[in-house]
């Protein structure tokens, strides 16, 4: 196996985790939608957020490839779960690599599930097409005024701090938006209701709105005019862990239909010794294989310092889209209880349609990789 010792014991680490704490408790959080509080906390106490936060700033310090490894082992566990550690990770990346010391000193609390965070980006009018957004920054004195809203925020129902992006310069284009820490408790800051999703039921989601916010002068992380190229500096990375949650989506997937198909039977036979079913089993395997190996090639690719851009959304693309094929097969080996709520594979299922929509759709990374291709060339 290429993983180094480090890299194998946190991904067992990470693995005992979801076997014996996160996938006991994945069904009837899906059922009730709870933000699982507990569950965070053990995580933190594990030492599984902010895994690529350096050890100078409370982090244990690993690479991207560590960090995918960690985020398909706790997605097998289930993908609500993976999906905190995700956000996490970002947010901590932003400020390790934009943030003043006071503000990478909040890095500890968001560690320890402390400080629950928020990436407040999309809007109505800005989805995919960030250039659309409408929330604004304006200057005031040494500080700031913030007006606007945010929809379908990760974290939003219960975040203590936003990262929110917004226009401080509207003449300016993508040149003219600015990334600002703002404390969701303050006047002014009101949360839409929590928004009730198909899949991925345990991770909040919801809306917030900002009127006449008041912002102190640190609250602008890195440059003004500088938002939009620190937000694109993540996406890489971004793109990495949604689909190393993808592929653990589809893993646990295989691991249900390859139990369920040996002990079932129908015609006096156990399924898995028909061909149907084999062929099913071997597609799911050989593609979850593909796209582990995608996602490790486009981790490596960042920690070696390469232009991971098309590497990031070919495995993104592919994984989010083998990740809904694949664990609708799972669906099929289980017949009809595959369609019955309870059963694992049916809410696997359903967590992994929004892996081919968050974190860029998969027509926008094959956009991205057909550019790549046109700038660099077929073999870049």
Same mark, same amino acid.
């Given at each position: 196996?290429?993983?180094?010792?480090?890299? +194998?014991?946190?991904?067992?680490?990470?693995?005992?985790?979801?076997?014996?704490?996160?996938?006991?408790?994945?069904?009837?959080?899906?059922?009730?939608?709870?933000?699982?509080? =507990?569950?965070?906390?053990?995580?933190?106490?594990?030492?599984?957020?902010?895994?690529?936060?350096?050890? *100078?700033?409370?982090?244990? &310090?690993?690479?991207?490839?560590?960090?995918?490894?960690?985020?398909?082992?706790?997605?097998?566990?289930?993908?609500?779960?993976?999906?905190?550690?995700?956000?996490?990770?970002?947010?901590?990346?932003?400020?390790?690599? $934009?943030?003043?010391?006071?503000?990478?000193?909040?890095?500890? =609390? @968001?560690?320890?599930?402390?400080?629950?965070?928020?990436?407040?980006?999309?809007?109505?009018?800005? &989805?995919?097409?960030?250039?659309?957004?409408?929330?604004?920054?304006?200057?005031?004195?040494?500080?700031?005024?913030?007006?606007?809203?945010? @929809?379908? #925020?990760?974290?939003?129902?219960?975040?203590?701090?936003?990262?929110?992006?917004?226009?401080?310069?509207?003449?300016?284009?993508?040149?003219?938006?600015?990334?600002? @820490?703002?404390?969701? $408790?303050?006047?002014?800051?009101?949360?839409?209701?929590?928004?009730?999703?198909?899949?991925?039921?345990?991770?909040?989601?919801?809306?917030? *709105?900002?009127?006449?916010?008041?912002?102190?002068?640190?609250?602008?992380?890195?440059?003004? &005019?500088?938002?939009? $190229?620190?937000?694109?500096?993540?996406?890489?990375?971004?793109?990495?862990?949604?689909?190393?949650?993808?592929?653990?989506?589809?893993?646990?997937?295989?691991?249900?239909?390859?139990?369920?198909?040996?002990?079932?039977?129908?015609?006096?036979?156990? #399924?898995? =010794?028909?061909?149907?079913?084999?062929?099913?089993?071997?597609?799911?395997?050989?593609?979850?294989?593909?796209?582990?190996?995608?996602? $490790?090639?486009?981790?490596?690719? @960042?920690?070696?310092?390469?232009?991971?851009?098309?590497?990031?959304?070919?495995?993104?693309?592919?994984?989010?889209?083998?990740?809904?094929?694949?664990?609708?097969?799972?669906?099929?080996?289980?017949?009809?209880?595959?369609?019955?709520?309870?059963?694992?594979?049916?809410?696997?299922?359903?967590?992994?349609?929004?892996?081919?929509?968050?974190?860029?759709?998969?027509? #926008?990374?094959?956009?991205?990789?057909?550019? =790549?291709?046109?700038?660099?060339? +077929?073999?870049?």
């Amino acid at each position: 196996m290429y993983l180094n010792e480090m890299q +194998a014991q946190v991904r067992d680490t990470a693995q005992a985790f979801a076997d014996e704490v996160i996938r006991p408790a994945a069904e009837a959080l899906d059922r009730e939608e709870r933000f699982p509080s =507990e569950i965070y906390d053990e995580m933190a106490k594990v030492g599984l957020f902010g895994v690529g936060v350096p050890e *100078s700033l409370g982090g244990p &310090g690993f690479d991207t490839l560590t960090y995918a490894v960690v985020m398909e082992e706790l997605s097998r566990g289930y993908a609500s779960i993976a999906d905190q550690c995700g956000l996490v990770e970002l947010i901590s990346t932003l400020l390790v690599r $934009h943030g003043t010391e006071r503000q990478t000193g909040m890095l500890p =609390e @968001i560690l320890a599930m402390k400080r629950k965070v928020a990436y407040c980006i999309t809007e109505p009018e800005a &989805g995919t097409d960030v250039s659309g957004i409408r929330t604004t920054a304006e200057k005031d004195g040494d500080g700031w005024v913030l007006n606007g809203g945010k @929809i379908w #925020i990760h974290n939003a129902p219960v975040a203590d701090t936003g990262f929110v992006l917004a226009r401080t310069d509207k003449a300016a284009g993508n040149r003219g938006m600015s990334i600002f @820490i703002v404390d969701l $408790h303050a006047q002014g800051v009101e949360r839409g209701p929590k928004e009730h999703k198909m899949g991925q039921r345990a991770s909040q989601v919801g809306g917030l *709105s900002f009127s006449d916010v008041r912002l102190g002068a640190d609250a602008l992380l890195g440059e003004a &005019g500088r938002g939009f $190229h620190m937000m694109m500096s993540v996406l890489d990375k971004g793109r990495v862990g949604i689909a190393a949650l993808a592929t653990g989506i589809a893993q646990a997937g295989l691991e249900a239909a390859v139990e369920y198909a040996g002990v079932r039977k129908q015609f006096d036979k156990k #399924i898995a =010794e028909f061909q149907g079913v084999q062929w099913l089993l071997a597609d799911m395997a050989k593609d979850i294989e593909a796209a582990r190996l995608l996602v $490790h090639s486009a981790a490596v690719k @960042i920690d070696q310092g390469l232009d991971a851009t098309k590497a990031c959304s070919m495995a993104k693309c592919f994984a989010g889209d083998m990740a809904v094929a694949r664990t609708s097969d799972a669906v099929q080996v289980f017949g009809g209880s595959g369609y019955i709520r309870g059963f694992e594979v049916e809410r696997l299922y359903r967590d992994a349609k929004i892996t081919q929509i968050y974190e860029g759709t998969n027509q #926008i990374q094959r956009m991205i990789i057909a550019r =790549e291709l046109m700038k660099k060339g +077929a073999r870049a």
